[in-house]
């Protein structure tokens, strides 16, 4: 069965870090470009980040850079999201998608990826 399944989401107070992941199964994410996105409740998704299958493309969105790092190691079939100074504007869903396609001029819209997680929950508050 092919899936994403996110983890590493929890409560961290303003300033904190977490780590999530993104784990495939029934695919190797070899080939795939993954991106991470986030919805707050009563907002739009909004794209996170996204990473190239050869790891040689990595774009962040304007609320999270200098702030939050993507990367991927192929062996574990894994794509993290290291989040640091966590904001209470950072509390949403985090879902990780995937496909083969190549990432261009942009990150892709959540629409455009064939694979999708359920997402995670993430909470920054005092």
């Not at 190691?73 to 290291?82: G, T």
């Not at 892709?108 to 359920?118: A, I, M, T």
């Not at 909470?123 to 005092?126: I, K, L, W």
């Given at each position: 069965?092919?899936?994403?399944?996110?983890?590493?989401?929890?409560?961290?107070?303003?300033?904190?870090?977490?780590?999530?992941?993104?784990?495939?199964?029934?695919?190797?994410?070899?080939?795939?470009?993954?991106?991470?996105?986030?919805?707050?409740?009563?907002?739009?998704?909004?794209?996170?980040?996204?990473?190239?299958?050869?790891?040689?493309?990595?774009?962040?969105?304007?609320?999270?850079?200098?702030?939050?790092?993507?990367s991927r190691?192929?062996?574990?079939?894994?794509?993290?999201?290291?989040m640091s100074?966590?904001?209470?504007?950072?509390?949403?869903?985090?879902?990780?998608?995937?496909?083969?396609?190549?990432?261009?001029?942009?990150?892709?819209?959540?629409?455009?990826?064939?694979?999708?997680?359920?997402?995670?929950q993430v909470?920054?508050?005092?």
């Open positions: 069965q092919v899936q994403l399944v996110e983890s590493g989401g929890g409560l961290v107070q303003p300033g904190g870090s977490l780590r999530l992941s993104c784990a495939a199964s029934g695919f190797t994410m070899d080939y795939y470009s993954v991106g991470w996105f986030r919805q707050a409740p009563g907002k739009e998704r909004e794209g996170v980040s996204c990473i190239s299958s050869r790891n040689d493309i990595i774009y962040y969105g304007d609320s999270v850079k200098g702030r939050f790092t993507i190691d192929n062996a574990k079939n894994l794509v993290y999201l290291q100074n966590l904001k209470p504007e950072d509390t949403a869903v985090y879902s990780c998608a995937a496909d083969t396609f190549r990432i261009l001029a942009a990150c892709p819209d959540w629409g455009e990826y064939d694979y999708k997680g359920q997402g995670t909470t920054v508050s005092a």
